[in-house]
Antibody, heavy 117, light 110 residues
Framework: EVQLVQSGAEVKKPGESLKISCKGS????????IGWVRQMPGKGLEWMGI????????RYSPSFQGQVTISVDKSINTAYLQWSSLKASDTAIYYC??????????WGQGTMVTVSS | QSVLTQPPSASGTPGQRVTISCSGS????????VNWYQQLPGTAPKLLIY???QRPSGVPDRFSGSKSGTSASLAISGLQSEDEADYYC???????????FGGGTKLTVL
């Protein structure tokens, strides 16, 4: 079965760092781009960036460039999204998704990140 | 403010046909294909339509998509209570060099 499994919910304080993960299985991980999508509470979907596990080529949405870092460890079929200094406004659900034929066809279950003092 | 524009809400009764619109520009819908996603309450989004009008395996043929110029539409026929969800359109944007989403439409089955 093709699936993406994300790491569990996180509760952090402003200024702390965080790295969440997205592990793929059931397909050739290095052949498809993996994207990250943010959903703030009660809001819509926002594309953050995308990475190609085969060569780590990474693209960021202008809205998120410099705010987060996307990386991958292809040896363990896992992509990462990280922050060096969290803000309260980073509170959201973060989804990873596999991009195939121009669409996000497989989604992870989401990781809830809560940033509060 | 989303790059793609959708109505915030839509509604219908069981068995009805409803449509959801998605408006964009020449840099996104006008030059690239459109995808639609369904997000049931409390769950991750699911791909519903890709490449304007293609259904992934397992998606009922009650769901259909179309595109014309810089606009697209999702149609749901034979509306069912389990169709109550948020629906998002998306397309690649050549100016932003990445995919953009609509703001989402909340579908209520009355």
């Amino acid at each position: 079965e093709v699936q993406l499994v994300q790491s569990g919910a996180e509760v952090k304080k402003p200024g702390e760092s965080l790295k969440i993960s997205c592990k793929g299985s059931g397909y050739t991980y290095t052949n498809y781009w993996i994207g990250w999508v943010r959903q703030m509470p009660g809001k819509g979907l926002e594309w953050m960036g995308i990475i190609y596990p085969g060569d780590s080529d990474t693209r960021y949405s202008p809205s998120f460039q410099g705010q987060v870092t996307i990386s991958v460890d292809k040896s363990i079929n896992t992509a990462y999204l990280q922050w060096s200094s969290l803000k309260a406004s980073d509170t959201a659900i973060y989804y990873c998704a596999n991009r195939k034929e121009g669409a996000f066809d497989i989604w992870g279950q989401g990781t809830m990140v809560t940033v509060s003092s | 403010q989303s790059v793609l524009t959708q109505p915030p809400s839509a509604s219908g009764t069981p068995g009805q046909r409803v449509t959801i619109s998605c408006s964009g520009s020449s840099s996104n819908i006008g030059s690239n294909t459109v995808n639609w996603y369904q997000q049931l309450p409390g769950t991750a989004p699911k791909l519903l339509i890709y490449s304007n009008n293609q259904r992934p395996s397992g998606v009922p043929d009650r769901f259909s998509g179309s595109k014309s110029g810089t606009s697209a539409s999702l149609a749901i026929s034979g509306l069912q209570s389990e169709d109550e969800a948020d629906y998002y359109c998306a397309a690649y944007d050549d100016s932003l060099n990445g995919p953009v989403f609509g703001g989402g439409t909340k579908l209520t089955v009355l």
